[in-house]
């Protein structure tokens, strides 16, 4: 099935793994990041060697994530970028959800629920660390109230982007087709005609 001929490539190996490595720091941020948050999910820390590697090593996978995440604003922004079909699909998402997706605007290589989602992660992201590095400041020598808000907003934004994160599995999962997109590069024709009419015409020249 994946090796069909006829595939579309959505995404190349460099890609996949940028995606990858973004996705596996995010969750080591999350159970770590948690584990700091609340006493009942301490025992978390054991996953990373107990609290005080945990504390060490939270902030350094932090980084990681940040650069890569880069990378992938870099490769994908251009693609996101918010134009008036989106806007349109984004008024008709409802019906969508409810399965009828007859009506709704030709798409391009992502739709208005992608695109929404891609800028509140780079929101979500930019929160992050500036307020992680803020935190991180053993070196920095901040007023303790800087400290305070930035662990505030550091908890929100954490907040934020788990959710929009379970909203971005969800919708990956429920889209049936899409996450061999991303582990093995290549979606069938039917798939990329259903929900991208716009990329599958110009990836392939058929106008129909
Ligand atoms: C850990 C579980 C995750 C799964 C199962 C997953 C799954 C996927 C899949 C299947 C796609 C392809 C969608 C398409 O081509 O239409 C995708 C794209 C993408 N993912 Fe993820 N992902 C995960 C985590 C993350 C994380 C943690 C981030 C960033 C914080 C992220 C950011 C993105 C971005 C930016 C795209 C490209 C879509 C766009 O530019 O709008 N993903 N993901």
């Known amino acids: 099935m994946i090796r069909n001929p006829r595939d579309l490539q959505r995404y190349t190996a460099g890609e996949r793994a940028n995606h990858w490595i973004v ?35 939270h902030p350094y996978i ?38 009828n997706d007859h009506d709704m605007p030709e798409q391009g290589k992502y739709n208005g629920g992608q695109k929404v989602l891609f800028w509140g992660l780079v929101l979500g992201m930019v929160l992050l660390l500036a307020s992680g590095v803020l935190m991180w400041r053993a070196w920095l020598n901040l007023p303790v109230d800087v400290v305070r808000i930035a662990s505030v907003v550091h908890a929100a934004a954490a907040v934020w982007m788990i959710g929009l994160i379970i909203l971005h599995v969800y919708a990956a999962i429920w889209t049936r087709g899409t996450i061999r997109a991303m582990m093995y590069g290549t979606v069938t024709r039917a798939w990329a005609k259903q929900h991208h009419r716009g990329w599958y015409r110009k990836m392939t020249g058929d106008n129909n």
Not at 30 to 54: D, E, K, Q, R, Y
Not at 69 to 80: G, I, K
């Open 62 to 99: 932090g980084v990681v994530m940040a650069v890569f995440f880069l990378l992938m604003v870099v490769r994908f922004a251009a693609l996101n970028l918010i134009e008036s079909r989106d806007i349109e699909w984004l008024r008709n998402v409802n019906k969508m959800v409810d399965g």
């Open 23 to 57: 996705g596996i720091c995010f969750i080591l941020l999350a159970l770590s990041g948690l584990a700091f948050f609340h006493p009942a999910f301490f025992p978390l820390t054991m996953l990373f060697g107990g609290g005080t590697w945990t504390r060490i090593l």
